[in-house]
């Protein structure tokens, strides 16, 4: 006898295919065997769900309400699965996720990986990539992003840490073009800015009204890589605005300067965001907890 919830997984995984031969190609079944599950439910329901033809299968109308009606059954029945796993208080299997590269490999993989090395059932897959990623189209279940984020529909946020922004410079270029010590004296220097996609950002300053104060220094040096702009500064070829974790051992070490009263640095945004779920898998509450309590530490 066929298992309806079964059945009904093959049947969302043929609508999504488009044919039985690809849906018993994905789901490792033969084309028949996918069939027999599709009839079992249409002799069940006393409907048809597809629409077979010898050039293609479509669904019916009623097909396509039952498809949404068995995606959010077998939604809620993986929730209920992943209950159990975590009554055993043990993370397992794979957890995805997306990383802007120099941030991500800086502050957060290391936070991940202790993660991985304390529950050794927990598969860690992480993709460093500057670009924003649709997290549900491309199967990730986090994203770590930094700066202001769009509205996205069935995403949800979480603030893990904030970057406190520097405006620094070498000594030498300092001596040579002297110091500023209000932003605007920034329009009098040159700059190395971070560009991609073909745009600047500003350089933000907080403000005492709430908005920050948005400034454009002038540049003829764009970067699409933090730590070279940082290396540039050291070099003395401008002014450059970074996260206080990257500039840190530079300036302990000399090569740069800090610039601009305390006061006047901006804190700069860091969330996790992960598909907005009836259940959140504990390896992705775990990831985001442990975000949360170590990257404010290192991003200070």
Known sequence: MMDRLTSMAVFVRTADAGSFAAAAAALGLSAPMVGKHVRFLEDRLGMQLINRTTRRQG???FGRA????CKAVLAEAEAADALAADQRSQP???LRVALPVLFGRRCVAPVLLEL???HPGLELHLSFNDRLVDLAEEGFDLAVRT??????AGLVARRVARQSMIVCAAPGYLAARGTPQ????LDAHQAI???RSGRVPPWLFPREDGAPLEVWPTSRLRFDDLDAIADAAAAGMGLAWLPSWLVRDRIQAGALVPLLPQGRRYPYEC????????????RVRLAIDALAAALPRMTD
């Open 116 to 118: 991985a090395r304390q």
């Open 147 to 152: 700066g202001r984020l769009a509205d996205q």
């Open 182 to 185: 209000q932003t605007g004296d």
């Open 193 to 195: 800015v971070y560009s």
């Open 66 to 69: 039952y498809y949404e009606r």
């Open 59 to 61: 669904l019916t109308e």
């Open 271 to 282: 969330y996790a965001l992960w598909p907005q779920t009836p259940h959140m898998p504990l």
């Open 92 to 94: 397992q299997g794979r």
